[in-house]
């Protein structure tokens, strides 16, 4: 079975970040979204919630499981039994980080690999930090972020 993981902060996920997974769904056995918990930087959005915001996300996605770590993504891909981590590219300005982080990875264990995958031209602008600028700023977030997401999102503001 080929596992791949698809690490990240998703704070919030978007839509890009979607479709990314449902590339991966449809090359791998399983892929497993993981959340990383990072204990000394405060998230916008608390990473329990995050990852029950992407469950409610990814109903769709029968081989899907999120999960969240904290640590090395490495370490925990090798815990998970994975072959693959998945990163997403969005222009040709991830490419750069996306590749040295890549090169880390397998020199920390080269059994596993990884896997470029890009989103779709219509989300190549969309990142999180996008998404909480024009939250923030009381713009419509609706076409960026699935359903469950901006319900969330608009029950917060008003509380």
Sequence with gaps: MKIAIYPGSFDPITKGHLDILKTGAGIFD?????????????????????VQL????????????????????????????????????????????????????????????TVFLTTKPKYNFISSSTIKEIYLNNGDISKFVPQPVYDYLVKRKVC
Aim: proline share 1%; net charge negative; no cysteine.
């Design 30 to 50: 399983k892929v497993i979204i993981a959340v990383a918990r990072n204990s000394e930087k405060k998230g916008f959005l608390p990473v329990d919630e995050r």
């Design 54 to 113: 992407i469950r409610e996300s990814i109903t769709h996605l029968d081989n899907v499981e999120v999960d969240s770590f904290e640590g090395l993504t490495i370490e925990y891909a090798k815990k998970q039994g994975a072959q693959v981590l998945i990163r997403g590219l969005r222009a040709v300005s991830d490419f750069e980080y996306e590749l040295q982080l890549s090169q880390a990875n397998s020199a920390l264990a080269e059994e596993i690999k």
